[in-house]
C-alpha cells in the first residue's frame, strides 16, 4: 500500500505541474492543443535510471533547472531536436533549420516558463516554495545531457523521477518533462498535503 | 570484432582484439588504461570525483567514483595480465553542460578530472591523451588491438587522442 500511495501522489503531482506546464506551452503556440500522457512515476535503481533516457547518442534539447526553496530537487525538460526546431517554428512564424542563438533562447525561454508553471502548481497546492534556477540549456546526445542532469542531482542509488510526455496534435512535437525531488523535501511535501507516510 | 559498451558507472576490459566503447559523456569521464605489450586494454566511466557515504552500492560497482574506480581499473588490468609500469591511461569527457547554472565554483566535470588526475597519479600512470572539459557532450572508443582511442562529439570530426 505504501509503494501504491506514493505512486499515486506523485502522479497526481506530475499531472498537475505538466497540466500548467503545457497550458503555458499551449497559450505560447496560440492555442495548439496538447495531450499528455499519464505521467510515469518510477523509483529506479541508478542503472534505471542510467538507462531511462532511450537513445543515449540522439542529438536532444535539454533544457535544466535547480529547485531550491522549501522542496529542493532538479528538473529537466528534453525535447528530440525535430520537435525543438518545430517548436521554433510555431514560436516565431519563421521556418528553422538550425537552432542558432536566437532559437536556443526561445527554446530556454519556453522552457522556463513551462517549468516555472510546472512548480507554481506544486506550491500553490503544498504552500511550500519551490524556485527554478536560471534555466542551462544543451544540445547535445541524450546520454551527456541525461548524465549531467543525474550528476547534478547527485543520484547515486535510487531515484524517484516524476515524467511527462506530452505530443500536439498538429505538429509532430513531443517532449518530455522529468522532476527529480529530493528525498527528504519530497518528504515534507507530502506531509504538507495531508499524506501521513509514504 | 566484438564491441563492448561501457555503461555509467561500469568498467569493462578485454584483451588482444575488440572495441571498448563507452557513450553520452558529459560531466562524466571516460577512461582508458592501456599495456601495449599484452595489448590489454581497461574502460571505465566515472560518474562523481568521490565516494558518497549515503552509496553502500559502491563495493558492487566502484566505477561510478575516481576515489573507487581508478583502483579497480588497475586491478582489472593486472588481472589480465598487465604491468603497472607499462600502463598508459587516456581521458576523456569533464565537461560542463549547462555553463550559465554557475552551481559550483569548479564544476563537476572538473572535479571529476581533478580526483583522476590525481588517482592515476597515485599509480604513476601517465596520461598519454586527453579530451577534456569544454560545453559539449562526448563518446570514446578504444580499439584493444592497436591501442589507438577515438572521442567523437556531435557536429565536429572524431579525433584521435
Redesign the interface.
Known amino acids: 500500500m505504501y509503494y501504491n500511495t506514493k505512486l499515486d501522489f506523485l502522479k497526481e503531482l506530475g499531472n498537475i505541474g505538466t497540466g500548467h506546464a503545457t497550458t503555458a506551452l499551449s497559450q505560447m503556440l496560440k492555442g495548439e492543443l496538447l495531450r499528455i500522457e499519464v505521467p510515469n512515476v518510477q523509483l529506479l535503481s541508478?542503472?534505471e535510471a542510467?538507462?531511462f533516457v532511450g537513445g543515449?547518442?540522439q542529438?536532444v534539447v535539454?533544457i535544466?533547472v535547480?529547485v531550491s526553496g522549501d522542496v529542493k530537487g532538479h528538473m529537466a525538460f528534453i525535447l528530440p531536436l525535430g520537435s525543438a526546431k518545430t517548436l521554433v517554428e510555431l514560436l516565431t512564424n519563421e521556418s528553422c533549420q538550425e537552432l542558432d542563438e536566437m532559437a536556443l533562447s526561445a527554446l530556454q525561454e519556453l522552457g522556463n516558463i513551462m517549468i516555472t508553471s510546472y512548480l507554481n502548481a506544486l506550491a500553490k497546492l503544498s504552500n511550500a516554495t519551490l524556485l527554478p534556477?536560471?534555466p542551462?540549456?544543451?544540445?547535445?546526445?541524450?546520454?551527456?545531457?541525461?548524465?549531467?542532469v543525474?550528476?547534478?542531482a547527485?543520484v547515486?542509488?535510487m531515484a524517484t523521477l516524476i515524467r511527462t510526455e506530452f505530443f500536439t496534435m498538429e505538429k509532430a512535437i513531443q517532449g518530455d518533462i522529468i522532476f527529480l525531488p529530493d528525498e527528504e523535501d519530497f518528504q515534507k511535501l507530502a506531509h504538507s498535503l495531508g499524506l501521513e507516510e509514504i | 570484432m566484438v564491441e563492448l559498451f561501457v555503461?555509467?558507472?561500469q568498467i569493462h576490459s578485454l584483451k588482444s582484439k575488440g572495441i571498448l566503447t563507452t557513450?553520452?559523456?558529459?560531466?562524466?569521464v571516460g577512461v582508458t588504461l592501456y599495456d601495449s605489450v599484452v595489448k590489454v586494454g581497461v574502460m571505465g566511466h566515472i560518474?562523481?570525483p568521490k565516494r558518497?557515504g549515503?552509496?553502500?552500492?559502491a563495493a558492487a560497482?566502484p566505477g561510478?567514483y575516481a576515489d573507487t574506480g581508478i583502483p579497480a581499473m588497475v586491478k582489472e588490468a593486472l588481472n589480465l595480465g598487465a604491468q603497472k609500469s607499462r600502463l598508459q591511461a587516456k581521458v576523456a569527457g569533464g565537461?560542463?553542460?549547462?555553463?550559465?547554472?554557475h552551481?559550483d565554483a569548479i564544476s563537476?566535470?572538473e572535479q571529476n578530472i581533478i580526483a583522476i588526475t590525481k588517482h592515476l597519479d597515485n599509480y604513476k600512470i601517465p596520461i598519454l591523451g586527453r579530451d577534456i572539459l569544454g560545453?559539449?557532450?562526448?563518446?570514446m572508443r578504444l580499439t584493444v588491438e592497436n591501442g589507438i582511442v577515438t572521442v567523437t562529439a556531435?557536429g565536429k570530426e572524431p579525433i584521435q587522442i
Open positions: 541508478f542503472n542510467v538507462a543515449l547518442e542529438v535539454g535544466f535547480v534556477s536560471v542551462g540549456i544543451a544540445v547535445d546526445m541524450a546520454g551527456a545531457i541525461w548524465q549531467s543525474l550528476a547534478g547527485e547515486v542509488n | 555503461n555509467l558507472g557513450i553520452g559523456l558529459g560531466s562524466c560518474f562523481l558518497r549515503s552509496d553502500n552500492s560497482a561510478k565537461a560542463n553542460l549547462f555553463p550559465n547554472l552551481l563537476i566535470g560545453n559539449h557532450g562526448r563518446k556531435i
